[in-house]
């Protein structure tokens, strides 16, 4: 009996069996750490309470291993998997990069026979697609993201929770630092502060700090020097026990001007009506069509190729696309996000995250949606 239990809190083993098992698939190898997190419960993801799992992917890589008859194997460093439990029955471990690459020989001679059909993920090294052709012929490669991203789209509550103490953290990371901001401020001395704040209310990790002054690249960090009468996006992510956030608020050191008021007003009046759709049964591209219909409600010209996006373990999983067949279904945790240019080329929205239940969706983030007025 292992003293300490990682478990992983959202996979339904008895699907992903019969999802392959429709799919001809007789195995499916995981690499990518969100993957085999989800898969094994193994913290190998980089804001995992100890990154040195991820850190060390290069010596010690990991890899998890689905079987058609619904076992499940774990590929890891010996070290990691002292005194652990992982969410598998079958643990293979090693010490050295070159006691990986044998462990896993003799892994891939027992588990794969010839004429196999094997998935793999899109992050599949080389090394060990080079170890599994040696040894197995003939073998049938498949990538296999979709049945997985598919298997990810559908959250348990252990999940959705997790979402929501991350967005709880970014919500009051947001409060903070617009109550810091001052014209003189350096764009990298915000991007510090929100980063050192994530931590401070409770984020095991930093997924995006996309913070911007104005109409300046907010996807890079650069360090221009804030001005009164600006606006400044504070788009945050934090990570909670693996799973992330994804949330957007505007900030204007001064009086905001009426015009860019109504303009955001309008956004976000489209974004909590496409809330208000996301029910059980209709699909991601219906959904893209309704947002044409509500721009054209209010006199806005679209701007923008998907209208938001799953989020989960990692914060884009899956985007809102026009013609996608993809059927909301309850558990679902969506991120919607709309925008439009200002007056001064500045991207003005709203974004917000909802669970599809079976009544009206909920929406993740407490944080009132006016833009937040400095003034100094």
């Known amino acids: 009996m292992s003293d300490v239990s990682f478990l992983p809190v959202g996979l339904d083993r008895a699907r992903l069996t019969a999802m392959m098992q429709a799919r001809g698939l007789d195995g499916i190898f995981f690499s ?60 293979r471990s090693f010490f050295t990069y070159d006691l990986a690459l044998g462990e896993l020989t003799a892994f891939v001679q027992e588990k794969l026979k010839p004429g196999c059909t094997l998935g793999v993920d899109s992050t599949f090294p080389y090394f060990l697609l080079q170890i599994i052709q040696e040894n197995v012929k003939p073998v049938t490669l498949v990538v296999a993201d979709d049945l997985i991203h598919d298997l990810q789209l559908v959250k348990t509550p252990a999940e959705i929770e997790r979402i929501r103490r991350s967005t709880a953290i970014v919500d009051q990371t947001v409060l903070e630092l617009a109550d810091i901001l001052r014209p003189g401020m350096s764009r990298l001395e915000l991007i510090q502060e929100a980063k050192a704040r994530l931590h401070r209310n409770g984020a095991h990790g930093v997924d995006h700090v996309t913070v911007a002054f104005g109409s300046a690249n907010p996807e890079i960090a650069l360090g221009e020097i804030l001005e009164p ?148």
């Open 229 to 376: 009468n600006q606006i400044v996006t504070l788009d945050l992510g934090a990570v909670y026990e693996g799973y992330v956030s994804d949330n957007r608020r505007l900030v204007y050191t001064g009086t905001v001007p009426e015009s860019l008021k109504e303009l955001h007003k309008k956004l976000c009046w489209v974004v909590a009506e496409m809330g208000k759709a996301l029910k059980p049964g209709k699909t991601f591209g219906e959904l893209h069509a309704h947002a044409f219909d509500l721009y054209a409600q209010i006199g806005v010209d679209p701007m923008f190729l998907h209208v938001g996006h799953s989020i989960g373990l990692h914060v884009d999983e899956h985007w809102l696309m026009a013609d996608d067949p993809t059927v909301i279904a309850k558990g679902m945790v969506l991120n919607i996000e709309l925008y439009s240019f200002s007056d001064e080329a500045v991207m003005i929205g709203d974004e917000e995250t909802f669970v599809v239940t079976d009544g009206e969706p909920e929406k993740l983030s407490t944080l009132p949606v006016e833009i937040i007025e400095r003034k100094f």
């Open 32 to 91: 990518s750490p969100e993957n085999v997190f989800y898969t094994t419960g193994y913290p190998c993801l980089p804001g995992s309470g100890n990154p040195i799992i991820y850190a060390l992917r290069n010596q010690l890589p990991f890899f998890s291993y689905a079987g058609s008859d619904g076992s499940l194997s774990l590929l890891c460093w010996a070290q990691a998997a002292m005194g652990i439990e992982y969410g598998t029955e079958d643990v």
